[in-house]
T-cell receptor
Framework: DAMVIQNPRYQVTQFGKPVTLSCSQT?????MYWYQQKSSQAPKLLFH???????NEADTPDNFQSRRPNTSFCFLDIRSPGLGDAAMYLC??????????????FGSGTQLSVL | GENVEQHPSTLSVQEGDSAVIKCTYS??????FPWYKQELGKGPQLIID?????GEKKDQRIAVTLNKTAKHFSLHITETQPEDSAVYFC????????????FGKGITLSVRP
């Protein structure tokens, strides 16, 4: 089945130690998103790629970076994780940027812990 | 930007009863309204969605109703089952060429056996 796959499922890192989370998709969608979700909160959009065009949200800290080497893969890099960055990180895709029925598909997420 | 609010924040119902979750939005130009279900430790999954040119949509035990005048939409779950227990998020895209989904804070639905 076509899907959005995130690895790893759980990630533990140390305070200040760079960490990379990965996302792959078999849907051949043009747009890939990264959301941060803290406990009992709504997913918060960090940034997204429309094809190769990177779009950063205004309030996303510089500590968060992203790479999209090809259509299928997208990476979230946290350069110096702090305790406040512990969260579930969700990758999502959409065929294009236009909201429509069945628009956004999520992966299962990576739960990041910072020690 | 779009502002999405959900009420209540938690809801507990008896198995077999109906559950209704309401969501309000601020941008009258929003034209697409999805509901996502998130089970513990998993990513949100789309369960039903509706466009602004439709007032109601049903899919088996779930339905969504939209009131554009009042800018609110609701998720209706009938004959609730324990597996319906989860967090439910509504969302709206706002307007503009670069509109993106803004999520509500979510409601935790508990279905008591």
């Amino acid at each position: 089945d076509a899907m959005v796959i995130q690895n790893p499922r759980y990630q533990v890192t140390q305070f200040g130690k760079p960490v990379t989370l990965s996302c792959s998709q078999t849907l051949n969608h043009n747009v890939m998103y990264w959301y941060q979700q803290k406990s009992s909160q709504a997913p918060k959009l960090l940034f997204h790629y429309y094809d190769k065009d990177f779009n950063n949200e205004a309030d996303t800290p510089d500590n968060f970076q992203s790479r999209r080497p090809n259509t299928s893969f997208c990476f979230l890099d946290i350069r110096s994780p702090g305790l406040g960055d512990a969260a579930m990180y969700l990758c999502a895709t959409s065929k294009d940027g236009t909201p429509r029925l069945g628009w956004l598909f999520f992966g299962s997420g990576t739960q990041l812990s910072v020690l | 930007g779009e502002n999405v609010e959900q009420h209540p924040s938690t809801l507990s119902v008896q198995e077999g009863d109906s559950a209704v979750i309401k969501c309000t939005y601020s941008d009258s130009a929003s034209n697409y309204f999805p509901w996502y279900k998130q089970e513990l430790g998993k990513g949100p999954q789309l369960i039903i969605d509706i466009r602004s040119n439709v007032g109601e949509k049903k899919d088996q035990r779930i339905a969504v109703t939209l009131n554009k005048t009042a800018k609110h939409f609701s998720l209706h779950i009938t004959e609730t089952q324990p597996e319906d227990s989860a967090v439910y998020f509504c969302a709206a895209p706002g307007s503009g060429a670069n509109s993106k989904l803004t999520f509500g804070k979510g409601i935790t639905l508990s279905v008591r056996p």
